[in-house]
């Protein structure tokens, strides 16, 4: 049984930095493709960045050149650095294998970032 755990989100004026964490049980993970989400209010869950295990990287247009996701495979963790946030980027991240299980997601972390 998985259990991914995020946390780091918090509030941020826009322009500003933040640094996402998950956190996997089980000694699985590093064979897994992850992806990060988010999910604003009104709005369907998206794909935002997902990575392979080997640590092949994409992103969605709308996040490239600020976000970057990385993996540490002997840590069990996967990261978000999101700079140069913008308000548009306020949602509940929630990271999940690539694609998404439901029976993985978790409780997700806000990210708000204030204009």
């Known amino acids: 049984q998985v259990q991914l755990v995020e946390s780091g989100g918090g509030l941020v004026q826009a322009g500003g930095s933040l640094r996402l964490s998950c956190v996997a049980s089980?000694?699985?993970?590093?064979?897994?493709?992850m992806g990060w989400y988010r999910q604003a209010p009104g709005r369907q869950r998206e794909l935002v960045a997902d990575?392979?295990?080997?640590?092949?990287?994409k992103y969605a247009d709308s996040v490239k050149g600020r976000f970057t996701i990385s993996r540490d495979n002997a840590k069990n963790t996967l990261y978000l650095q999101m700079d140069s946030l913008k308000p548009e980027d306020t949602a509940v991240y929630y990271c999940?294998?690539?694609?998404?299980?439901?029976?993985?997601w978790g409780q997700g972390t806000q990210v708000t970032v204030s204009s």
């Open positions: 999940n294998t690539q694609p998404a299980f439901d029976k993985y």
């Open positions: 089980g000694s699985v993970f590093g064979f897994f493709p």
């Open positions: 990575i392979t295990a080997g640590g092949t990287t």
